[in-house]
């Protein structure tokens, strides 16, 4: 989200992680730092392609691209407000025609260089920088046109070109935005808030004017608007609730669980590779000393990876042993 002060300070910070609690809690922090290095690559070597094919349309779209690895980043949180919206958030945006193009565009040079890669666009993660026209209004030196440059979020950049081609006075409703789209609900609410509602940024004009989005709010172009400085940055409006709901806090925990399953079980194995055989309780008692620095595992989560692996034959239970005990199998 470009809002680091220093990725040295960050990189030196993920050094001592790496230090205290090891390669497998600093694993998907160093790949999300690959991931954005190769991207600062991918974004010049496209606008290299694109200068080579000599694209002569001076309207065209500059794009800076983040490629992230789905296993790396935790885009379920960075998603925020689509959780918990069903299907809904699972549809495809409906990109304008002339951001469409430039999509497309990429992916088939992103393909070229990487085949067998699928990308999954993530508009809930991206901004935009739009420049906008506004009418001529009287002023001190004479009629004159209103230009600002509009940092907003993708969302609200696809809202905003839709109004490109309405003719003056003519409205969309929220349904008609909706429909046109396929932003879901709640993106779509909090952006046209920001952009209608919110007295510094009211690009757009809501009519009723109320803080409640409804479906059949009228939206106009806001001819008459006035901004302080050429650059304006158009922020969203927060969602409110800021606590896990039930159902997410259940994910959280499937997922912690799913995480640690990995860990406990590399954990055991590299006990019994060094030990060759131990017993049941000195297992449990070392799995617990060796993970005490990353967290504190469950006993019966323990128990459940060392059966797992027993019928996985990496481990064998010792028929003859006085106590449950376990053997290594290399």
Not at 30 to 52: N, P, Q, V, W
Request: glycine share 6%; hydrophobic share 35%; net charge neutral.
């Amino acid at each position: 989200m470009n809002k680091s002060l220093s990725n040295d300070v960050e990189k030196q910070m993920i050094s001592r992680m790496k230090i205290e609690l090891g390669n497998n809690f600093t694993v998907k922090l160093e790949g999300m730092f690959k991931d954005m290095a190769i991207s600062e690559e991918l974004t010049s070597g496209y606008k290299e392609h694109i200068a080579r094919l000599g694209d002569p349309d001076p309207k065209r779209i500059d794009l800076a691209i983040n490629v992230l690895t789905s296993m790396t980043w935790p885009l379920e949180i960075m998603a925020g407000s689509q959780e918990g919206e069903g299907n809904e958030a699972k549809k495809q945006c409906i990109y304008p025609a002339e951001v469409d193009r430039i999509k497309m565009g990429f992916e088939k040079y992103y393909s070229e260089k990487h085949s067998g890669r699928k990308l999954s666009w993530q508009p809930n993660m991206g901004t935009a920088d739009v420049r906008a026209t506004f009418p001529k209004v009287p002023s001190k030196d004479g009629h004159k046109e209103r230009k600002h440059e509009l940092n907003v979020s993708t969302y609200a950049m696809i809202i905003l070109l839709l109004f490109n081609d309405l003719p003056q006075g003519v409205h969309l409703t929220f349904e008609d935005i909706q429909a046109a789209t396929n932003i879901p609900t709640n993106e779509l609410v909090r952006n046209l808030q920001s952009l209608a509602i919110a007295p510094k940024t009211r690009i757009l004009l809501k009519e009723p004017m109320s803080k409640d989005v409804k479906p059949q709010d009228k939206f106009f172009f806001n001819e008459g608007f006035q901004g302080k400085f050429v650059k304006i940055k158009v922020g969203v409006v927060s969602s409110g609730n800021k606590v896990e709901a039930e159902g997410e806090r259940h994910e959280t925990e499937r997922k912690n669980n799913d995480s640690r399953g990995y860990v406990i079980e590399a954990a055991v194995v590299r006990i019994m590779k060094q030990r060759k055989d131990l017993a049941h309780a000195q297992l449990i008692t070392e799995t617990l000393q060796l993970l005490a620095q990353q967290f504190k595992p469950d006993v019966n989560m323990i128990k459940k990876k060392i059966e797992s692996l027993i019928e996985r034959e990496y481990l064998e239970r010792i028929d003859d042993a006085p106590v449950p005990s376990y053997r290594y199998l290399a």
